[in-house]
């Protein structure tokens, strides 16, 4: 399989959910309003796509200020969020077309759940060594996973991604499991300087600055075995969209792999892009652990996600996420 470009990095944040899911769809429907979201404009279709300010995204702002897209005859508009949820609702009216950096669990989640007929353009990122780890303040009693059994961990959003794969790690070491919060990225630091949490489960870019800012010591490395490389967010669309525009999709699919080979040859253009989309700055983008970016999709590798979300009864029935992706 191709696994395309693996580097190391850092992480960002959001404010209250409801207020910027509010704020999302005041602009989309600025944009525009349900139904079809491509138009062609002197021969180029538009394709609206909301990204997180992660490093997951990478790819699509290489592709967007390397003139990728616009070689292949797309005009992209890209609309900041903080969280895959927020994206929902407008994905699922049409509003946007498809979700950069989506987390891949509460979109087979909603697949599951009959609210959304998914499907995956791309994957974007997979796990790679130290690009998310479990931080505890430098004088914590927590010096072992089995210290953390009962104790409070934040994570991004509860009954995702992070909780998924850190059970797994939990398991494999055969000790108790941490209570989880939910707080945001970008506020993980704060709760843990002020104790509100004993422990936080942190991505890069947020990752890197709270070790820095705070002293922060790493518990364990929230990519290690067994979930080590495990796919993580992807690019996701509609099948209602995918079935009615298979030709934008197959050149949004040749930009992002042009990306991928521009960075394999350059690397440094990752940590260059970061601080133009993110609030990493140019010094923090030098040193944070970057994940992988895969050049093609595998479905062997996503289906260790959904067979762990099975495991830990996320889902009410198999997925065959070989099956959702836009080829």
């Known amino acids: 399989m191709t696994w395309g470009l693996t580097l190391r990095p850092w992480r960002s944040g959001s404010g209250k959910a409801a207020a910027a899911a509010a704020a999302l769809a005041l602009v989309l429907t600025a944009c525009g309003g349900d139904g079809d979201s491509t138009s062609s ?13 992660l490093s997951d995204c990478a790819m699509l702002y290489i592709a967007q200020n390397r003139g990728l897209f616009k070689k292949e005859g797309l005009d992209v508009r890209v609309q900041q969020i903080q969280q895959s949820l927020q994206a929902l609702p407008a994905l699922s009216k049409g509003q946007i077309d498809m979700v950069a950096s989506a987390n891949y ?4 989640q909603a697949q599951d759940q009959g609210t959304l007929d998914i499907r995956i353009v791309a994957e974007a990122i997979r796990a790679a060594p130290r690009m998310m780890d479990v931080l505890v303040p430098k004088d914590s009693d927590i010096k072992t996973l089995a210290d953390l059994a009962g104790k409070k961990l934040a994570v991004n959003v509860l009954n995702n991604v992070q909780s998924l794969t850190f059970n797994e790690i939990l398991a494999k070491q055969g000790v108790g499991r941490p209570v989880y919060r939910q707080i945001p990225f970008p506020q993980m630091g704060a709760a843990l300087d002020k104790g509100q949490v004993d422990a936080v489960h942190a991505v890069e870019p947020f990752d890197s600055s709270i070790q820095d800012e705070l002293g922060a ?3 364990v490395d929230g990519s290690s075995a067994p979930v080590e490389s495990i796919p993580l967010s992807g690019y996701i669309t509609t099948e209602r969209f995918a079935g009615k525009n298979a ?3 197959a050149r949004f699919q040749r930009a992002l792999k042009a990306a991928v080979k521009l960075a394999e ?9 970061l601080p133009t989309y993110t609030k990493v700055t140019k010094e923090q983008a030098e040193k944070i652990d970057l994940p992988v970016y895969p050049a093609t999709m595998d479905g062997t590798q996503l289906a260790r996600l959904t067979e ?3 495991k830990q009864k996320m889902l009410k029935k198999p997925i065959d996420p070989a099956t959702l992706l836009v080829k």
């Open 41 to 53: 404009d002197g021969g180029r279709t538009t394709v609206r796509v909301a990204a997180l300010p």
């Open 105 to 108: 669990v509460t979109y087979f």
């Open 217 to 219: 010591r790493v518990l």
């Open 247 to 249: 030709d934008a999709l």
């Open 265 to 273: 040859a350059d690397p440094s253009l990752v940590r260059e892009v």
């Open 308 to 310: 762990l979300m099975e």
